[in-house]
């Protein structure tokens, strides 16, 4: 089944968020698909703003059942959504990638309680 699909152009307003996320609940209803394609090429630079949306985006998706994908992410927004621990799926990746950093302590024998 094809995606539904949805255009990002920024920047996007505060007023904007909740047409928007009505419009992705609207096309999961409407096609049946399980997945609707963000294109954030068009977005502009990354901040805050762009995070709280894609968050408030995939919030609506998967309680309509279905997921966000995204098409054409800069790097520093990908990187920012890392930092912030957002997942999402990004087109030409089968599932949603784990994120890049993990730490691991690790205790030696004789190291004092901290």
Known sequence: MTPAEIVLAGPVTRDEVTGLCDEVRSLLGATGAPVVVCDVGGLGPPGLAAVDLLARLQ???RQAGGRIRLRGPDPALRAL????GLSFETE???????PAL?????????????
């Open 59 to 61: 919030l609506t998706a």
């Open 81 to 84: 959504l890392d930092l912030v």
């Open 92 to 98: 030409g990746q089968a599932e949603q990638r784990e």
């Open 102 to 114: 993990r730490v691991e302590e690790v205790v030696e024998p004789g190291d004092p309680a901290v």
